[in-house]
């Protein structure tokens, strides 16, 4: 039993920054990795970011030199630094976390938050 909060989301305008946060908490025994994904109106959902609990990331194309993800993994949390907004980095982002739970320690299970708005427009 793992839940996953956003925050962060919100309406800022193109060149703008924002900062989403993802805080795990529940029968954590450690999570493994952390990411970020989005859904655009008529689109998939894609990878934006990841990162592994040793700190390795991993950045989509499309987001590359600007936005950065990081963890505190005494927190449970991960963030999402983005900047130099476009109008297309409009979507709702999804945070998703691997974690082996205190419940089940030899498997590792998949979550996702609940998402949060971004939008980028003048």
């Known amino acids: 039993q793992v839940q996953l909060v956003e925050s962060g989301g919100g309406l800022v305008q193109p060149g703008g920054s924002l900062r989403l946060s993802c805080a795990a908490s529940g029968s954590i025994f450690s999570i493994k990795a952390m990411g970020w994904y989005r859904q655009a109106p008529g689109k998939q959902r894609e990878v934006v970011a990841t990162?592994?609990?040793?700190?390795?990331?991993n950045y989509a194309d499309s987001v590359k030199g600007r936005f950065t993800i990081s963890r505190d993994n005494a927190k449970n949390t991960a963030y999402l630094q983005m900047n130099s907004l476009k109008p297309e980095d409009t979507a709702v982002y999804y945070c998703?976390?691997?974690?082996?739970?205190?419940?089940?320690?030899?498997?590792?299970?998949?979550?996702w938050g609940q998402g949060t708005q971004v939008t980028v427009s003048s």
């Open positions: 998703y976390s691997n974690v082996i739970t205190t419940i089940e320690p030899t498997k590792i299970g998949g979550y």
């Open positions: 990162i592994t609990s040793a700190g390795s990331t």
